[in-house]
């Protein structure tokens, strides 16, 4: 099956600073989705992006999905952007595949 | 407009109990998920549905059982407890336009077997 690896799995930083974080895949996908889940537990939506570029605010991100990775990038980062960060994609068959995630601690 | 609904919110159980978690979309999605998340090792795809009265086995299917009875349920069993099994499960729901499929999560359901 496909394979999701993310990278970095840790990531500390001091807030004000920018981030990038990869999502590699093994396969061609139909849909590529990142995700923040905070300190709660609670998964939230950040993109859904199985090609191009897209930006939201101090967040953005860029597939390219003929090279097989996705970047999500944050920038002033600020101490609620602590949490893990997902990527998640869908094979052909409609599983959802996540990768480990990676870990981000934003110190104040 | 309630989204994702997951029941219980935690739960315990011993070995060899059963049990089974509620997952309720009030969106009018097609497709629902189960997962379990463990420590280091991100959301694990347990079963999935496609429609009503359809289900499928996702990547860690072994030890739990699933219905989708009416669209808007859709029910992970437990038919006997397993220590392995603690953690948490998390219910998911998608709508696909034009190849475009959007998931949307549960809070979680925290259960440990002891």
């Known amino acids: 099956g496909i394979q999701v690896e993310q990278s970095p799995p840790d990531l500390i930083l001091q807030e004000g600073a920018n981030s990038t974080l990869r999502c590699n895949f093994s396969?061609?996908?139909?849909?590529l989705q990142w995700f923040h889940q905070n300190p709660w537990g609670q998964l939230i939506n950040l993109f859904y992006?199985?090609?191009g570029t897209k930006q939201n605010g101090r967040l953005s991100a860029t597939t390219v999905a003929t090279e097989r990775y996705s970047l999500l990038y944050i920038s002033s980062s600020q101490t609620t952007d602590s949490g893990v960060y997902f990527c998640?994609?869908?094979?052909?068959?409609?599983?959802?595949?996540f990768g480990k995630g990676t870990r981000l601690h934003i110190l104040p | 407009n309630a989204g994702v609904t997951q029941t219980p919110k935690f739960r315990v159980l011993k070995t060899g109990q059963s049990m089974t978690l509620l997952c309720a979309q009030d969106?009018?999605?097609?497709?629902m998920y189960w997962y379990r998340q463990d420590p280091g090792m991100g959301l694990r795809l347990i079963h999935y549905?496609?429609?009503?009265?359809?289900?499928a086995k996702g990547e860690v299917p072994d030890g739990y059982n699933v219905s989708r009875l009416k669209k808007q349920n859709f029910l992970l069993g437990l038919e006997s407890a397993a220590p392995s099994q603690t953690s948490v499960y998390f219910c998911?729901?998608?709508?696909?336009?034009?190849?475009?499929?959007?998931?949307?999560f549960g809070a979680g359901t925290r259960l440990s077997v002891l």
């Open positions: 396969d061609s996908v139909n849909n």
């Open positions: 992006i199985p090609s």
């Open positions: 998640a994609v869908r094979s052909r068959d409609d599983k959802i595949i």
């Open positions: 969106m009018n999605h097609e497709y």
């Open positions: 549905s496609v429609g009503e009265g359809t289900t």
């Open positions: 998911a729901s998608s709508y696909q336009v034009l190849g475009k499929n959007i998931q949307y």
